[in-house]
């Protein structure tokens, strides 16, 4: 039990969350609502077709107090139309998140964005006389990078998808 | 809507009612209206019985009388919009208290939806937080499997209140979907035994205990553990406490029970709970009540946890062990692990403390909440089901009438919803006609659903309310009293009726008590009438309820006896 003294702001930790649920109308709504009520801050959300028909998985990245993680997964568990809830923070399954970014490619500055680009395997996706998109995938990590390097560059859009994962071999997601 | 083509095919509302019987329903409790006339239509040809209620609220409570005092879901059916908003509280207190309730809400058309139509209201999305589950029917084809699941959710693992919002257009559409439906709920599993291990490791903790107390909660009165628990205690030779809703889950008048702990608990229960060695929590969740202030309670005790709901599990306490299960199949699958642990001398510290501080109450200067209610548990033995509402009556009721059988102790714990204990009665006395039924309220409380007097009217429903009238709310009063020098704020009830006047205005005999020698004449006048009746004590005005353990204090801090100094104001929540 925390110690009554320990007066300083809880830390906030990122987890990644895969969730398997019957898609029935209102489970968005169900989990949201688990989330909000304990403090924990969704900071993305993909929810997508599961390998049978009847099924979803939402993938969560979500930040917030330790202590209560624990609590909101058991939460998370016990609705009807959740099948489970499991937290793949620091296990070893494969993730990926996809990035469109927008950036201002004045004649001086487009070699540089496209040598980024090269670097981190991004692909132009729309060539224009101002501005270039780029699609990246990778790590979120990798993300990050990439978006700084080329934040001062003249950023002007930016739409990620979130984090996708998927456990290794024949474990379940 | 035209249904000429599917005359041989009953509508949805139809198919409604029949799975209701199906699932053996005997009555439901509602109030019609618009969107949920086609489901009234249906209950016409229907062996159910339809009670009227004068307010939503009332039928939920009512279910959820029923539903207490039976084990078996109690049924509401309102229309849309406010009909289905004023279960809100209902279904609040069911959740909160995990009672079985399926409420019907009529809606508007599926075409409707979304258009601010007349008296719509998104039902479901009101009421996610406080639902075990629901479901917005959209083709009247899924009815029968979301009926059947709706029973099978309510009253299985944890029970609580499901939700069916059913539009006016699946009510009427034609149903080709046979009743006999399947459930499909691959994400619901519900416990059953708990771990052998668990239990092992359970048995281990308990051979070293000394000092053991076992704490039973709403979850033994659930899955019926009492005989396994008093089986267990009396193995052990351990004392028993109760919590507020886990009263007659054991019988509180045996030499082992040391009545109901926690806030206002019986001073030897909460000494007990400071100084034992090892707390059992069965089918008890460590609620604020009981444990006042959490860093302080039972720091050097071991702890096990019986639950049925894993998220109960280290979410106020950090157990030393968890046993995921039936409270009944757990305990019963421990009684053979343990054996008798040498408890004399903690048997006899407890009695000393009994002895000590029992409980008590000023026997002059007039009529006193207290002295009323320990006389009906004299006169009534346990064989009556008493239900109650929310302040000082429920308490003091809590404290002195002892409950000795299992779901014959019914009141709003977790939600603490005043209006709940007469209505409960009603539904309470609807399941059990030949019992006794009495609803302690106060004057406050049953204001907010004395309208139901009219359904205890026409259905000749005998009930027994005693309102405890101090005229004031009295609880708040006390707090004001004793934390907040006295400023009294919202608490006086200037403007009560006189409620024997208004029970007689239903057709109810009106019973008077003033004084405390006319206490057992007419508690015996009210027994012997053969309908409803409504007593009124006029009851000291101000008595406070001890013992009493501010909220968020330790358990060590408990005030026995009516203090002198003034006290600091409680750091607990309410």
Known sequence: ??????????????????????????????????????????????????????FSRMTITCSGEPGTLVQMIKQLSKLVDVVHATDHTGDSSYETEIALVKVEAHLDARTEILQIAETFNAKVVDYGSDSLVLRVYGSSTKLDAFIGLLRPLGLLELVRSGKILMARGLDET | MSNANFTEHPCGAEVLIRCLEQE???????????????????????????????????????????????????????????????????????????????????????????????????????????????????????????????????????????????????????????????????????????????????????????????????????????????????????????????????????????????????????????????????GARWDDRITGKVEAFCVDAAKIHVDIDAAEFNKVIQPDVCLHGDARLVIEDLISRVEPLDTAEWLATCQGWRDRYPLKYPKKGGLRAQHVLDRLDHLTEGNAIITSDVGQHQMWAAQFCRTRSNRYWITSGGAGTMGFGFPAAIGA????????????????????????????????????????????????????????????????????????KLAEAYGIKGIRIRRPGDVDRKLQEARDHDGPVVVVAEVSKEDNVFPMIPAGAPLADMIIEPPRERLEKPSGST
């Open chain 1, 1 to 54: 039990m925390a110690a009554p003294e320990t007066l300083a702001p809880p830390e906030r930790e990122i987890h990644t969350l895969s969730l398997y649920v019957t898609n029935k109308p209102g489970v968005l709504v169900r989990v949201a609502l688990v989330f909000a009520r304990r403090g924990y801050n969704i900071e993305s959300l993909v929810v997508s077709p599961a390998a049978l028909g009847d």
């Open chain 2, 24 to 282: 053996g329903v005997e009555y439901i409790f509602g109030l019609s209206g618009g969107a949920a006339i086609p489901i009234f239509d249906a209950l016409v040809d229907s062996s159910i019985k339809l009670i009227l209620v004068r307010h939503e609220q009332g039928a939920t409570h009512m279910a959820d009388g029923y539903a207490r005092a039976t084990g078996k879901p109690g049924v509401v059916l309102v229309t849309s919009g406010p009909g289905a908003t004023n279960t809100v509280t209902g279904m609040l207190t069911a959740q909160m208290d995990s009672s079985p309730m399926i409420v019907i809400t009529g809606q508007t058309l599926t075409t409707n939806l979304g258009k601010d139509a007349f008296q719509e209201a998104d039902v479901t999305g009101i009421t996610y937080p406080i639902v075990k589950h629901s479901t917005l029917v959209r083709d009247a084809n899924q009815i029968p499997r979301v009926v059947r699941e709706a029973f099978h959710l309510a009253n299985t693992g944890r029970p609580g209140p499901v939700l069916i919002d059913v539009p006016k257009d699946v009510s009427e559409m034609p149903c080709t979907a046979p009743l006999e439906a399947e459930i499909d709920l691959p994400g619901y599993r519900i416990p059953g035994r708990a771990d052998s291990l668990d239990l092992d490791a359970a048995a281990d903790l308990i051979r070293g205990s000394r000092r053991p107390v076992l704490y039973v909660g709403n979850g033994a009165v659930i899955s019926g553990a009492g005989k396994a628990v008093m089986e267990l205690a009396e193995k052990l030779r351990a004392p028993l406490v109760n919590t507020l809703l886990g009263k007659g889950a054991t019988d509180e008048t045996h030499p082992l029970h040391l009545g109901m702990l926690g806030m206002h608990g019986t001073a030897y229960a909460n000494k007990a709970v400071t100084n034992c060695d090892l707390i059992m929590a069965i």
């Open chain 2, 429 to 500: 006395k609807f399941a059990h006609p030949d019992k006794e039924v009495w609803a302690v309220v106060g004057d406050g409380g049953f204001q907010m659903t004395l309208s139901e007097l009219a359904t205890a009217a026409v259905h000749k429903v005998a009930v027994k309310v005693l309102i405890i009238n101090n005229n004031f709310l009295g609880m708040v009063r006390q707090w004001q009293e004793l934390f907040w020098e006295n400023r009294l704020s919202g608490v006086d009830l200037e403007g009560n009726p006189d409620f024997v």
